[in-house]
């Protein structure tokens, strides 16, 4: 496994050196006394607005993943798939840095993996998140901060303009912002809250695009072709369909605890279809991107002597995320066909899942 050349900070020395550091890096390593001690990246500091001249780098930097030598590649790639960890630091055995692993040696060792040449973009992508070229870089940041995102797309009407990301933030926004002088930030903040996203994004290149079809091998050698691994935009005949990034690839790798589907209340005349049901279920699961439980609750009643009706209710539950679909929400409440409930119980839990997200 190929190491980098660490970036290094001493922790005493002034944050704003360490911004100028990440204008060349997406991680660096914070030291004391030459010993590892800590680790700095884009997204720790899309939120600070102190004075990063007065400031001192141990001031916003935090522990991280270390890895020691000798280096195992399997143990290595299964850090950085269950962690979404930005790097590693390598250390040897008296905690000095040898270097550090980022997310360019992460892609190169996952290319030569069978299940990414197996499995499409199409199959791990998440939404896109877009935002008006005339919106503000505080609304943009809020935005990202809030669902967790590395990049937004800019748009004009419909139409992608350009891209805005954490690297754009701390390089184009967090010089102006950090200044010495108090009147001088705070009137830097105003400005920030005014500043529009069009004037400080990145413009779109023919390399930030994949095709939803391309296989994730693709996207992992496209990925490690591009500054600091900033996330694709995927497209499906001419149509901006999602995003993919660095830990949409690298989390294929992980090992993934079985999804639970549990049918509580199908009575004898229904376990038949408890198989279709089931696979309706994962493929739920597989729709909103995430390893997790689908429970449907059935209550039937006969109405008549040889029709019944179904009552389905059903709970979502991915990543710790729970969300409900009561059938007192669902436009119809009872039905003579089971799988037709069963169907609008699942869509009903997509749509609230997809509004939960979102928020």
């Known amino acids: 496994m190929r190491i980098e050349t660490a970036v290094c900070v001493e922790e005493n020395e002034s944050l704003s050196k360490a911004i100028g550091y990440l204008k060349e890096t997406d991680f660096l390593i914070m030291t004391r006394k030459g010993k590892y001690a800590g680790e700095i990246t884009a997204n720790q500091l899309v939120w600070y607005t102190g004075d990063a001249r007065a400031t001192k780098a141990a001031t916003v930097a935090r522990k991280g993943t270390v890895m020691y030598e000798p280096l195992n590649d399997d143990h290595i790639l299964q850090k950085f798939a269950e962690g979404r960890i930005e790097g590693a630091a390598v250390l040897d055995e008296r905690m000095r840095v040898r270097g550090i692993l980022n997310k360019k040696n992460i892609l190169e060792l996952a290319e030569s993996y069978a299940e990414l ?4 973009v199409r199959d791990v992508m998440t939404p896109a998140y877009t935002i008006d070229k005339d919106s503000t870089i505080d609304q943009a940041n809020r935005l990202m901060t809030r669902n967790r995102l590395q990049q937004l797309v800019v748009t004009e009407g419909k139409k992608a303009v350009g891209k805005f990301s954490e690297l754009d933030m701390v ?9 010495s002088d108090r009147s001088r930030t705070v009137r830097a903040k105003m400005d920030v809250e005014k500043e529009r996203v069009q004037n400080v994004m990145s413009a779109l290149e ?3 695009y994949i095709a939803a079809t391309d296989s994730l091998a693709e996207a992992a050698e496209k990925l490690r072709m591009r500054n600091e691994c900033i996330p694709l935009i995927v497209i499906d005949q001419g149509k901006l369909k999602g995003l993919i990034g660095f830990h949409e690839v690298i989390q294929m790798l992980a090992p ?3 999804s639970k589907v549990t049918i509580v209340g199908l009575k004898e ?3 038949f279809s408890k198989r279709s049901i089931e696979e309706e279920a994962r493929k739920l699961l597989k729709r909103v991107g995430g390893e997790g439980h689908v429970q449907l609750h059935v209550k039937s009643k006969r109405k008549g002597k040889h029709r019944k009706e179904y009552e389905v209710a059903g ?19 009872n039905y003579g066909d089971l799988h037709q409930g069963i169907k609008d119980a699942l869509d009903a839990l997509q749509r609230i899942w997809e509004r939960r997200i979102r928020k």
């Open 117 to 120: 040449k197996t499995s499409k």
């Open 171 to 179: 390089r184009n926004v967090k010089p102006y912002l950090h200044q």
């Open 206 to 208: 023919d390399t930030d």
């Open 256 to 258: 993934r605890p079985e």
């Open 269 to 271: 005349e229904g376990k």
């Open 315 to 333: 709970r979502l539950r991915v990543d710790g995320e729970e969300v409900y679909a009561n059938p007192s929400r669902l436009k119809h409440r």
